[in-house]
């Protein structure tokens, strides 16, 4: 049975009486560390030739694609609020982004269904976390994102996050790592980390084969 949903603002209250996973939902909220991480590695061959050849940003792109891929798992758009689970209508990324002077800035995307307006918008927002304009300043109190950081310059295979285990933190966290070639293909690190009570691996699961169709045939890329 699907549970009750209650619509207030952008996002709806779950009846958790009602959501098949309430069990699941009680036995890991208790936990001292209720996230569990995955890290795999996405084929990306196809991807970085159409952003080379239509002169885009990778980082932009695969953001993008991340974050039109959660959009449509619902798991990913849950988040403890109040003692209960919100689902909200659409999510947006915030992304650490580095600076002229090596230091890094946090820069929030809005989602946009077409590609070209959020390649449009996030040019912009790079540019002025760049410069330095934009104050170090998390939003700690904005639920409704998804916690990005990319890492360039390492290819992993393992990865941890800092953490305040004061603040009832259920966003998931993506990370991106070094792509590099093998066998003629390229392959990106990919760290997923998402809060237990709300989602399992299964949801994570389909999150990455979803990523993964899209950037294997990446025909969103359009400006």
């Known amino acids: 049975m699907l549970p009750f949903l209650i619509e207030e603002n952008m996002y709806k209250i779950l009846d958790l009486n009602n959501w098949s996973r309430y069990e699941q939902y009680k036995f890991f909220k208790s936990y001292d560390s209720p996230f569990f991480n995955i890290c795999s590695e996405l084929d990306v061959t196809d991807l970085v030739k159409s952003c080379q050849s239509k002169k885009l940003s990778f980082f932009i792109s695969i953001l993008y694609a991340s974050l039109s891929a959660a959009n449509q798992i619902k798991e990913f758009r849950y988040r403890l609020k109040n003692d209960g689970v919100v689902e909200f209508d659409t999510i947006y990324a915030g992304s650490t982004i580095l600076k002229d002077d ?12 077409r590609f070209s307006a ?17 104050k170090f300043a998390a939003r700690d109190n904005e639920l409704g994102l998804i916690h990005y950081s990319s890492i360039p310059w390492i290819s992993f295979s393992s990865f941890s996050h800092a953490r305040n285990f004061k603040n009832n933190d259920s966003i998931p966290k993506i990370v991106f790592g070094k ?7 390229i392959s990106l690190p990919i760290s997923v980390e998402v809060h237990h009570a709300l989602m399992d691996g299964l949801h994570l699961g389909r999150y990455l084969d979803k990523l993964q169709k899209m950037i294997k045939n990446p025909t969103f890329l359009t400006i």
């Open 102 to 113: 090596e230091t890094f800035s946090f820069c929030y995307f809005d989602y946009f269904n």
């Open 118 to 134: 959020f390649n449009n918008s996030a040019k912009q927002d790079i540019a002025k976390a760049k410069t330095g304009n934009l």
């Open 179 to 185: 792509f590099y070639e093998k066998d003629g293909r």
